[in-house]
C-alpha cells in the first residue's frame, strides 16, 4: 500500500469560509466532505472539526483548531498554481489578494512570464504562475 500525501489546513473558525472560497477558485474542485464540532465536544459548535476537498483534482484537507497556538501560515510554505490562461491567473490573484497582501505583484520575473505571490485573507500563500 502507498501512503498518501494531502495538504492539512488549520485555522482558527474560518476554516469552512476559506475552504468554500477556495473551491470556486478551480475548476475541477469540490467539497468531499465536512465533520463539525457538535454540542459539548472540545471545539467550538458548528466550527470545523475535519473536512476533506479538492482544489483542482488535488486533495486538501482543513480544521478549525479548538486550541489557540502561538503561530498562523506563513510564506514559507505555499501553494504553488500553474495556471492554464492569463485570464486565470488574473482572476485568482485579484480573488485571493482581496482583503489580503500581495507579497509579488504580476510581473514577468525572468523565471515566468506572469507571476504574482499573495497571502489570501485566510492566513495562506499562493504563488500564481502562467504555466
Known amino acids: 500500500m502507498a501512503s498518501k500525501i494531502k495538504t492539512h489546513l488549520m485555522f482558527?473558525?474560518?476554516a469552512?469560509?476559506?475552504m468554500n472560497f477556495?473551491?470556486?477558485l478551480f475548476a475541477n474542485s469540490a467539497v468531499q466532505h465536512v465533520?463539525?464540532?457538535?454540542p459539548g465536544e472540545h471545539g467550538a459548535e458548528g466550527s470545523i472539526k475535519i473536512a476533506a476537498f479538492t482544489l483542482a483534482g488535488?486533495?486538501?484537507q482543513c480544521m478549525d483548531s479548538p486550541v489557540k497556538?502561538?503561530?498562523?501560515f506563513t510564506p514559507s510554505i505555499s501553494l504553488f498554481v500553474d495556471c492554464e490562461s492569463e485570464a486565470e491567473l488574473d482572476e485568482a490573484f485579484r480573488r485571493l489578494s482581496e482583503g489580503g497582501g500581495?507579497?509579488?505583484p504580476l510581473n514577468n520575473y525572468g523565471f515566468s512570464k506572469k507571476f504574482g505571490w499573495v497571502n489570501d485573507r485566510f492566513g495562506p500563500s499562493w504563488q500564481l504562475n502562467l504555466a
Open 16 to 18: 469552512e469560509e476559506a
Open 35 to 38: 465533520v463539525k464540532y457538535g
Open 12 to 14: 482558527e473558525g474560518v
Open 22 to 24: 477556495y473551491v470556486s
Open 58 to 60: 488535488r486533495d486538501f
Open 102 to 104: 500581495v507579497l509579488m
Open 69 to 72: 497556538h502561538g503561530f498562523t
